[in-house]
């Protein structure tokens, strides 16, 4: 006989022993649990959060989180300590689930409290969760423990007058790895405190900053040291390149109306405009830093990554950071994750904001590209003399004969070809060394052609045709300047190139001359595509012949 299924039988009640185990495992660290509880703190209005993570001499550890915000009553205690809690009132609170106190600590440990109060004439509340005593049970049962004296001057310490208490005990899951107790286990534990205070100075950095308007200040003490904030666009040295006009996004939501948040992006300066303490202080330059900073009601969320924008982070974009702010109503567009440490963007907003910073992302990659290649024109090491030699000694070449230049209409005449005393225009020089004459490597080539033609001469007559080559061009860059330590291969390439000049110079003419720039241009930018795959040279490749 088939039993029949009453309302009572659908109410399905969880197997507590199991869940509450299953959410520690929800993706949380250290670090970002105690971001969470931190986020609680803020919400409750405090100005002061003070941290302290203790080893103690028998090896437990203890973590502990005191605010002097508004605290709770008793039946507030118990209303934060239940897994999926009321809804706050103010919908801009840092605290968005119901989840975040419990599944963050028990991410830590197995065994934590909360003790609040909302003035000093009110005794403290106190309710704990106590993971190992819930499997025992199999129930949803906390521990209704009295406040210990040791909590009571924690609590007075931490807190003061009025605030909230979170304690972390049975700390299995605080250092990644077991130790014995002594020096390497303490050693872990203020390497963590450090780590923690570094993720801290980013993610409430603007509460951290009392010269940051957009958010109240907040102090955050670890182990009794103020973290100090990061700001990872660092404004001061860092130039905001996003149009006014273009700053704000507009977002729209599932039921058609839209909300705006706000973008800005930054390009840092180059690590070589920097001291190695500017970088290391306050850039902090690497590919994975580069990408989205995201922001909701002024906390961070996430810190680097392209989210399906762009590609995969490479050296060239590292100095772009972009800052994206939006507020709680955007929530359920961005699908906030319950760890408040992820946002995922829709893919129309994907394609618009691909569209819309392209040109920034563009700008990011030719700046690096320009000061990296800079740097390795200076500390370059191309030797063009042996071409140069060589040139000089082979006067059989076929080349134009130039019958006289002017420097100041830059035009040279020359006999070719095509003729007697054809008029070109081109580049004249004068006073130009007799070493690098008929091929020289120069910085002055704005058309982002390879190579250009030039009359040039050691004084300020007799000109000779030579071939000018592009040291910011691809080819250059990548392959000129690997090939430094081969003396015949930037010879052969030299004199590449110095064929292809003079083979065009000695049969053009002003109907011809735009064809010929055609063909340069086309030439130079199908080597700009091939190459676009093939790395700049990293320092090591640009060494001396002596130091190979």
């Known amino acids: 006989m088939t ?162 208490l979170v304690v972390w005990e049975n700390c299995d899951r605080l250092l990644s790895k077991e130790y014995t107790p002594g020096a390497k286990e303490q050693a872990a534990v203020k390497r963590l405190a450090e780590a923690l205070s570094k993720h801290i100075a980013l993610v409430f950095h603007r509460f951290l900053d009392a010269n940051d308007g957009r958010e109240r200040t907040v102090v955050i003490n670890v182990n009794g040291s103020p973290v100090k904030p990061w700001n990872p666009f660092y404004p001061e040295k860092s130039e905001q390149v996003l149009a006014p006009n273009k700053q704000t996004v507009l977002v729209e939501l599932f039921d058609g109306t839209e909300e705006e948040a706000q973008m800005k992006a930054w390009i840092l300066p180059h690590r070589r405009d920097m001291t190695k303490e500017e970088e290391a202080e306050y850039a902090r330059i690497s590919n994975r830093a ?20 762009f590609g995969a982070p490479e050296p060239h974009t590292s100095l772009l950071r972009i800052e994206f702010d939006f507020g709680h109503e955007l929530d359920e567009a961005f699908r906030i994750d319950v760890k408040k440490s992820r946002i995922l963007f829709h893919p ?88 690098s004459i008929h091929v020289e490597a120069v910085t002055s080539i704005t058309n982002g052609h390879l190579w250009e033609f030039a009359y040039r001469s050691t004084g300020s007559a007799e000109h000779v045709p030579g071939v000018l080559l592009n040291k910011h061009h691809d080819f250059y860059q990548k392959i000129y300047q690997r090939a430094a330590a081969n003396g015949y291969a930037v010879e052969g390439m030299d004199l590449l190139l110095y064929a292809f000049a003079m083979a065009e110079q000695n049969n053009t003419d002003p109907e011809l001359e735009p064809v010929f720039e055609d063909i340069r241009e086309e030439i130079s930018a199908n080597l700009r595509k091939l190459l676009r795959n093939v790395p700049d040279p990293e320092p090591a490749e640009l060494a001396d012949e002596e130091d190979l």
Request: charged residues 25%.
């Open 3 to 164: 039993k029949l299924i009453t309302d009572q039988d659908m109410i399905n009640d969880p197997n507590a022993a199991r869940l509450i185990y299953g959410l520690r495992d929800t993706g949380y660290n250290v670090r970002t649990a105690a971001a969470d509880i931190i986020d609680n703190s803020i919400a409750a209005g405090a100005n002061t959060v003070n941290i302290t993570i203790e080893l103690l001499h028998d090896g437990r550890k203890l973590v502990h989180f005191g605010d002097d915000g508004h605290g709770m009553n008793a039946t507030e205690v118990r209303n934060a300590m239940r897994y999926g809690a009321d809804r706050r009132r103010d919908a801009k609170s840092l605290g968005k689930f119901g989840l975040g106190l419990k599944t963050a600590s028990s991410s830590v440990c197995k065994r934590y409290s909360v003790l609040s109060r909302k003035a000093a004439d009110e005794p403290i509340s106190k309710l704990t969760w106590d993971l190992d005593h819930v499997e025992r049970q199999n129930a949803w049962e906390m521990l209704a423990e009295p406040v210990s004296r040791d909590q009571n001057e924690l609590f007075d310490e931490l807190c003061g007058v009025s605030g909230t």
């Open 348 to 435: 129309d907003l994907e394609d618009g904001l691909r569209k819309l910073l392209q040109p920034v992302y563009r700008e990011a990659g030719q700046r690096y590209r320009r000061q990296s290649r800079e740097q390795a024109n200076k500390d370059g090491t191309v030797d063009h003399s042996s071409a140069n030699k060589n040139i000089a000694a082979t006067s059989n070449t076929a080349k134009p004969h130039v019958t006289g230049a002017d420097v100041n209409s830059q035009t040279a005449e020359i006999n070719n070809n095509r003729g007697q005393k054809i008029r070109i225009k081109a580049p004249v020089q004068n006073y130009v060394s007799a070493d």
């Open 290 to 309: 580069q990408g989205f900073y995201v922001y909701r009601e002024g906390r961070l969320i996430q810190d680097g990554g392209w989210m399906e924008v």
